[in-house]
């Protein structure tokens, strides 16, 4: 028998994304993301000097923080800044999303400045890390042009659209685009993060029962790389509005 | 010459406030506040206990955190929990909008249950403290209400509404709700807080340049008096919707 | 039936203050300074340097930190340093002092150097705030003074007197300079920080119990006004001595 | 033209493996695992108590933390402990650990006790994380067959080996295990972990510099399996000695 | 040529001692200890339960703990607390105090309650911590007299006198209760911790430029001997007041 | 009747010591130091700068830092770094290696360059501090011979040898070189540093029950020197190998 997903939901099939640009006024990129019921606030902002071990280098610095509001989950979370530190959790993702925007980026064509990207969880339903690393390009992408409008920038330092999806083994079946319950209940996770032009940046698979065979992790990967191109395909859309 | 407020709005008006019920899914109480550009997400989680200092005492108790996402300001703020503290400022203002739903709150009533209140500003533009102590008394009346509908409470704890604004004087005139352009010009800086009835639950006015006058000093509680009786009767009309 | 203040002190009256300059060698101002039981030491210190965000203004700043020792209280609290970070409490204290001292301070005439005013609270009976607030200015006299005989300065940077008292209403009388004991019977509780010239600096007040009125708000800041009136002719009695 | 290894190693040759077991006195399972100039030290030690979030559940739990010596680097790196906080690459880390070696782990088995494991880096040069796991196991057997000794388990709740290496692109040719020169040199580094039934555990692919195709990615996943089974064939090795 | 001390100061003559009881009103035992300009406030704190490693013992805990006030000092040194640590100097004195305390204290006789020492220098001119020893034995010894009048304990669980002083060599010459400036000019500095039958709790010499002689050894522990003698007599004399 | 050491050995003796060099790869020096069971690894990194407070003084600094692997010990003791803080015994330690190893160092012949000394316990068996001082020595000077070979140094800043002895009375005899049992039944723990020429640099005995006397004090000075004299000539002649 085969797992039910909420509102018959396709195995292959992604939860309605919805990417709303110029979601607050002060960033110069600013983006609401929701992959269904998962709402994660992507901010860019663009500071004019890089952090102390990239001085003098010419080059840029991309980093992204993650965070998740207290009660963004089904039950209250304690508040990081008031327990004085981030989770183990919260920085591996805050260090993936991090990554994963620089892969695309040519931080010596972006100049001596860094964009700090801010994924901030208003509310949580699985899959919040590849949200913020899908929301953030869309964000990284209007500081850009917030730059390039300002005569900041002559071209653009991103080379690529990047985007990110989780899959996983729920009941033997490959499904894409995990909500919570469906995460709660799957064998193997994974989260891949690929390019516009269909290359790998990250790849993170998690057996969190049983261990996967690697024909499971060759069906995980095809049916990430189907749901990507479709994300990279809206966020193009959505740099289309206004 | 008097100072010219943005919009046109008279020396006695509130910003626009909005007040939207059930922002997010999962809290007990969940609220969007807005005053003008000022949004602070507001929810109310109930948890099964109290602290420490209050078991066995039969009592509740009702308690506050604030944050602020890192770019809702318009240059980007340090994330309180990657710098593993937060400011004086953060505290004081939690330590503000816990003592002020506190005295609207019967607590024995409440039970041996804890209402925490997370006061999370999305975009700032002057009076984060004031809208988050306005749209939490919301949240937490929501709260109640699912109390009371799973028949966990017989009768509503909450003895009153409790609101709150920002008075100042900018260039010798009384202004109700300030901006962050106003609060920035303005010689003295109040926040009040009351009650629906009417009396003083805080009043904390600050002299930032000049020492103010007791005539000045009257003369702003009067305007927020005013400005509060508007808030109180918005957050009860908030409360007839759905 | 009226509240009994101990020693049968009137409604209107301070408890005995004593002020001690020189109360220790190193400290450019050192005051030891005693509301009744209530004792807290005040030091100024100089630095001849300013905090990062000031540098090149040419101005100068005033800072204030407050502690107390562990067992200055009835029992005995836990050691700040220990615990590895400041309370709530303490960070609004010490910010309060601050801001109160600098009200009657010209930086720009006080030029790129520092006044730190320490206080440390030996002994607790109510009123330590204010009682630092009124010592901490004795103690910036003092260190000012030294910086004018050292001829680092022309002319004082001091543009008034500042003092603070607490007032409330214990079972409906408006009573000055509250102990401990009155402070926690009291309905209402009120922090005035006023000038020598009678301008308010700081007006904080906080209902306990029930909220307050706005003619019981009037009695308690016509009776801080007074009470500050008095503390300002004993820091200028202080003054005198030596 | 191929890039050169290090001592003549072929792309598909582990560097020398030692495993040295009962290396220091007290620890349950005390092992020294070195792969080339590596060296970690890993201890399983036995607490018969589990964490808060277990209690009561009757099942046991393994856990991780890993760390390294000040100068187990080419230059000195901070001490974590100074510091005050471990880093997010650390946390990072005995996260890993501690999950691969749960894959493998009966919980229910191991009844309401914890193992925790102790990965201490003693000389780096490339592959510690892999390194750890690997030693990581063959602590938590030898701790695992102390109590079966003692008479505290019936039987082994461990159900099958778990190991660990790196693989990576160097200049376009997949290269097994690879040390610290090697990892600087790469394209993509994937740190993978397997039982030794050739299941995955965990799969961590990134992209250092260009994204990286999904036959380059199968390629890496075939020499990493390969590396594993030997590795698995020395665990064993190793536990039959003595 | 032999270095001169302040105000004519004989080699083996301890500084002018002052210890005032009941310096402040709270605590079981508070008393004010002077060394000349060193001025060290200690209060022992009687709290009837122990530290979790004692429960149910039987037995008691005497603990220190210590501090100095920012402007103790020449130079305004960093408030602890707002650092958020304590520094190891802190640290090793407050321990070398509780174990002095802990060599005269019977901690079965105590039963299961600790007494709390704190000792928070007001003034600091050398010789802090032997000052703190010597003030905490008599605040310990007022807190166990409350204790006894009290009917809390039948006998006292304090077995003997302790004190403390240092010495040094200075320009080859051994010298009694350093003060700063000759704590500065010394070559060897020892802390001497004695029992008033003469017994030694602890010793510390640090040769601070060369290494000391056995003779030199031997020349200080003979004067500090002589020193912690007329100390004990001063706590002795000090207990028959009032 | 007379307390059993292990392994017979005579109350004058020295466990055997073991002085490994070049134990690990990357440090200026590495020394690994064995005191029985007891096992230290210490290394001497070079670093091209100094400490803040030494900037500009022509003058170098030498410092340690002091730690133990988690099951270094009989049963395991949580990480420092994960806890977020060294104990105060760390600190107290690594202050006395640091202190320990500049008596024997001329600063200014080093030049304004740092010596950074790691000493971390593998295995702990009583007497870490003395062995990791005794090791660090060795360390230290492998340091300067690299700096001296490197024309950086002309001439070596060392002035003479350092070593380090736990001496102790056990049942009213004198015992050299305490292990953990011998450390836990000792009534009076002195630990001794001293120069190669017989000169004392440190000198810190502590009674642990009963308060010791000048003879028991005298007694063991004797057998730390005579201790101290042999481990000198160890690491002087593990200086000849290689």
């Not at 919040?128 to 653009?156: F, M, N, Q």
């Not at 919570?180 to 790849?203: I, K, L, P, Q």
């Not at 049983?210 to 859309?237: C, K, M, T, Y």
Request: charged share 25%; proline share 2%; net charge negative.
């Amino acid at each position: 028998m085969t797992f039910e997903r909420s509102g018959q939901r396709a195995a292959d099939q992604l939860r309605a994304v919805r990417i709303t640009r110029g979601y607050t006024l002060h960033a110069e990129g600013s983006v609401l993301i929701e992959f269904g019921h998962t709402r994660v606030l992507c901010t860019a902002s663009v500071e004019e000097k890089v952090p102390p071990h990239r001085r003098g280098s010419g080059a840029g610095w991309v980093t992204a923080e993650y965070g998740m509001l207290p009660r963004a989950t089904h039950t209250r979370s304690d508040r990081e800044a008031a327990r004085g530190k981030q989770s183990g959790r919260t920085q591996e993702i805050q260090r993936l999303i991090g990554r994963s925007l620089r892969a695309v980026f040519d931080l010596t064509a972006l100049g001596e400045r860094t964009i700090h990207l801010d994924c901030d969880v208003l509310q949580a339903d699985g899959g919040t890390r590849t949200a913020a690393i899908t929301g953030a390009w869309v964000a990284a992408h209007d500081a850009v042009s917030t730059l390039l409008a300002a005569g900041k920038l002559a071209a653009s330092p991103i080379t690529d659209a990047v985007a990110a999806v989780s899959v996983g083994m729920v009941q033997g079946e490959p499904l894409l685009d995990l909500d919570y319950r469906e995460d709660a209940a799957c064998d193997t996770d994974m989260n891949v993060v690929m390019t516009g032009a269909g290359g790998f940046v990250e790849v993170q698979g998690t057996a969190e029962g049983a261990a996967f065979a690697r024909s499971e992790l060759d069906a995980l990967l095809n049916l990430a790389g189907q749901g990507i191109a479709e994300l990279v395909a809206l966020q193009r859309q959505a740099l289309l509005e206004k």
